[in-house]
């Protein structure tokens, strides 16, 4: 999980839009568990959120951990395998369960969100995000023949595929959301923070080029039930 992870990455649209999500789908005095909650900056922003919250981190790697435990004071933290936690051992089940740029560093994605799955209360959901590999700087290398995937990344999707991965997974979409549209790296968009607004304005016009895919999902029995 760390061979490309900045640990001072600033709190990004998708660690906002996931927060939000997970906040306003939590009931009163709920629980939310991050897997894969890297330096904490989803957990971060629930908190501010919703103080009511009960939260949880897990996360492979030490560092992440001790850096999450600074950024957020109010979360449970918790050292574990992302693709087989023990539920037990984090105190679920869980209203939300949230996981950004995580799944696709995991050999098995499908395993996984079963795995998480199993941890939710009753009418529980989750809410991911990934990267989308349609993004304009993924793009401009692939045109200029140097395209490039992070490493450490097993899979990326577009949008289509992602959906059918969610739907072949055993999951429905229930909401989705977006985050902006990258036209820098985020070593070089901390220099320019008026950047930020354009890339967000971008998202009108050219929304299947956002830089995540954030999705909320169901399993796709319950959601078959209810409707």
Known sequence: MSVHLDYDEPVLGYHRTVASLAADRAGPGGSVADFGCG????LGQLAALRADLR????DGDDECLRRAAQRCQAADLVLAD???PDGAMLGGPFDVIVSSHALE?????????AS???????GGCLVIAVPNSLQPIMLARALVGRPKANEGHYYIWDRATFDNFCRLA???IVDRALD???LVPVRVRRRLPGLAGVER????????FANSHIVVLEPAARHAALN
């Open 82 to 84: 992302l693709e087989a």
């Open 55 to 58: 939260l949880v981190g897990v």
């Open 105 to 113: 560093h995991l050999a098995d994605p499908v395993a996984a969100l």
């Open 180 to 182: 902006y549209v990258p």
């Open 39 to 42: 330096p904490g900056q989803i």
């Open 116 to 122: 998480w799955a199993k941890l939710l209360a009753p």
């Open 170 to 172: 055993g999951f429905s």
């Open 201 to 208: 304005a971008l998202l009108r016009p050219l929304p299947q």
